[in-house]
């Protein structure tokens, strides 16, 4: 089983950028995705971003491309996502998920494992 914890999240204003990390533990497979997703209240669980731990490059979801980059540090097993430029509209918990797949998916059910969450409050 696949541990994941994130840190990062916080109240920023409107502009603003916040760092997200996610370190994973326990015994990956290796071939997998990792990627965010977010949930505002009262909407649906959203894909934010993702890679293939291949090096395949990322993918973004059309709302954050441009503003958001996700990044790994694969000694430690981490990933990050660097939020800059920051909207009231990117307020939600954030989530960290991994897939046991070789090629990105956005469905959050095609996701194994998932993180605790973290708060991301963006003010106007």
């Known amino acids: 089983q696949v541990l994941l914890v994130e840190s990062g999240g916080g109240l920023v204003q409107a502009g603003g950028s916040l760092r997200l990390s996610c370190a994973a533990s326990g015994p990956t497979p290796s071939r997998y995705v990792m990627g965010w997703f977010r949930q505002a209240p009262g909407k649906e669980r959203e894909f934010v971003a993702a890679?293939?731990?291949?090096?395949?490059?990322?993918y973004y979801a059309d709302s954050v491309e441009g503003r958001f980059t996700i990044s790994r540090d694969n000694s430690k097993k981490s990933v990050f996502l660097q939020m800059n430029s920051l909207k009231p509209e990117d307020t939600a918990v954030y989530y960290c998920?991994?897939?046991?797949?070789?090629?990105?998916?956005?469905?959050?059910?095609?996701?194994?494992?998932w993180g605790q969450g973290t708060q991301v409050t963006v003010a106007s």
């Open positions: 998920a991994g897939a046991n797949l070789a090629l990105i998916v956005t469905t959050p059910w095609r996701y194994d494992w």
């Open positions: 890679f293939n731990w291949n090096g395949d490059g990322a």
